[in-house]
């Protein structure tokens, strides 16, 4: 039994909480002017334009007369979502014989100042000097997050004794007036996502009551912009749900919701806001411009710059290759397309990188070391008239750094390829290429085999077709004698004529069945 009355009164204490609780404003029935027993309060409003103040009686001033003074919020309801916020006023009042009441004045950014007289007088006839009176008024009614200043002069008013004080209404990041004050209620978002048909499904709850509400997927930055995709729930629909299509999962991809009136406050639901590595695609390369460019689809605070991937899987920066990136358009330009060539995105706590040639589809050269009939040498083919470094380099073993001991410059025509001869026996030798009139480029390297047939360079002996390139065209020209020789021999058996006169023309021709 004991235990079944504790839990009831927790219970009644959880329900207490809910509507009155630490967070939650307290709630008046309803406004009105209250004193200390045994006096009788009256308001009435107050004139705009005050007499002249009064020299005050020797020892008043204002901590004598006003003490105890405080200013909070409290709510009034008249039903479900219609609740409206009131100051409360309070204070503690020395009366004297020369002071029967007092005067508060609230203003508002904006607005004209409202001026309330509360007279005190004893229900009996007995002295008011030196008499302590509580006076407590809550008739102000304010906006959520408003500031109100507030001036409590005496009646009448003594020159010097005045109190100035102000106050800031809670805002609607309040859950107790999001749920109740028409100007907080926002409607509550919740949302599933389906990745496989880029769908994005937003139920709505606890919207405002007999209006009807929008819904749209924003783009957030300063502002929420718009992607096109909205909705609007009527009021009478039992259901209050929508599915909106998107194309990628971004961060700043954002589900905004409010009612439908003037000036309704918004709610935001970011469902991927922590998918940072989807701003990493959109990489787009200009290969008549050789320009690679980057665009953030949101506003972001990063370092793009490029740099070339290694076999073991880092990145290395190229020298003067980093720009800060915003929202506006990241472009390099005279860039080298190859597939070592890579972008990467670094915020303040992790780097990304992207590698837009990796699939060689804008690569424009090759290099390669060749053997070819006992001989070694090294090829360049490219697929664009350019010059190139090639550089031998000898590596120790103290350091992984390539000591450059014999250079080139290579000189490749359109389609072509050019070769270097390589002559001599070094051992732990190096071959480095790169483009040259680019201002953005990797260096290709190739290592031969230690202390095997180690070279150093020798001027240019060939610039023409290489031995690929020539396998190439001699099997494209056989498929393509092939598929002429076919299609004249069905053309020959389609429109010669039978008999002596087809055996004639095969004659003619050279052909024998």
């Known amino acids: 039994m004991v235990k079944m009355i504790l839990f009831v009164a927790l219970l009644m204490s959880s329900c207490c909480l809910g509507l009155n609780g630490a967070s939650g404003l307290e709630r008046i029935e309803k406004c009105g002017t209250k004193c200390s027993k045994g006096l009788r309060c009256k308001s009435k409003p107050d004139y705009i334009f005050h007499p002249v103040c009064q020299n005050p009686a020797e020892g008043l001033d204002t901590s004598s007369i006003f003490q105890n003074i405080s200013l909070s919020t409290v709510m009034r ?7 409206s916020l009131h100051l409360r006023i309070h204070t503690t ?6 002071i029967t009441g007092l005067s508060i004045c609230t203003v508002t950014e904006g607005m004209m100042s409202n001026c309330q007289i509360i007279s005190l007088k004893r229900a009996s006839n007995q002295r008011q000097s030196g008499l302590q009176v509580e006076v407590e008024h809550d008739c ?4 959520p997050n408003q500031s109100v200043k507030v001036t409590m002069e005496t009646v009448p008013s003594y020159c010097g004794i005045t109190w100035i004080g102000t106050h800031k209404a809670p805002g609607c990041s309040s859950k107790d007036l999001q749920r109740n004050v028409p100007e907080c209620i926002t409607g509550r978002l919740s949302y599933n996502v389906n990745p496989q048909r880029k769908e994005l499904s937003v139920s709505v709850s606890d919207m405002l009551e007999d209006h009807n509400y929008h819904l749209r997927l924003c783009k957030k930055d300063f502002i929420c912009t718009d992607t096109g995709a909205y909705a609007l729930i009527k009021k009478e629909e039992p259901v209050k749900s929508a599915t909106f299509p998107f194309s990628r999962p971004l961060p700043c991809l954002c589900i905004e919701g409010w009612s439908a009136v003037t ?6 639901v970011c469902p991927f806001k922590e998918r940072v590595e989807e701003l990493w695609f959109g990489i787009n390369f200009d290969p008549l411009e050789e320009t690679l460019s980057w665009e ?7 370092v793009v710059g490029l740099c070339q991937k290694r076999e073991d899987g880092l990145c290395m920066d190229l020298p003067h290759a980093s720009q800060n990136a915003s929202r506006a358009k990241i472009s390099f330009t005279k860039v080298d397309p190859h597939p070592q060539l890579c972008m990467k995105f670094t915020t303040w706590s992790q780097s990304w990188t992207r590698c837009p040639f990796a699939n060689a ?4 050269w090759e290099f390669a070391v060749t053997r070819y009939q006992g001989h070694e040498g090294v090829e360049i083919m490219s697929q664009i008239t350019a010059d190139f470094s090639v550089e031998l380099c000898a590596k120790s073993d103290e350091s992984d750094e390539c000591r450059i001991t014999n250079a080139h410059t290579v000189h490749v025509e359109k389609h072509q390829a050019a070769g270097l001869n390589l002559k001599g026996e070094f051992c732990n030798t190096c071959l480095q290429a790169k483009r040259m009139g680019v201002e953005f480029a990797v260096t290709v390297i190739r290592c031969l085999d230690d202390c095997n047939k180690s070279w150093s360079l020798s001027s240019v002996i060939s610039s023409q077709p290489s031995e690929p390139l020539t396998w190439v065209i001699v099997t494209v020209g056989v498929c393509l004698s092939g598929v002429i020789i076919i299609t004249l021999v069905l053309h020959i058996l389609l429109t010669a004529p039978p008999g002596k006169e087809l055996k004639e023309r095969h004659q003619d021709r050279g052909i024998t069945f």
């Open 77 to 83: 309801c008249e039903g479900r979502q219609k609740c």
């Open 93 to 98: 009042l020395q009366l004297s014989e020369s």
């Open 140 to 143: 102000t009614e304010i906006s």
């Open 263 to 268: 000036d309704a406050p918004r709610v935001q």
């Open 296 to 302: 953030p689809p949101c506003r972001v605070s990063a």
């Open 361 to 364: 589809r804008f690569q424009a």
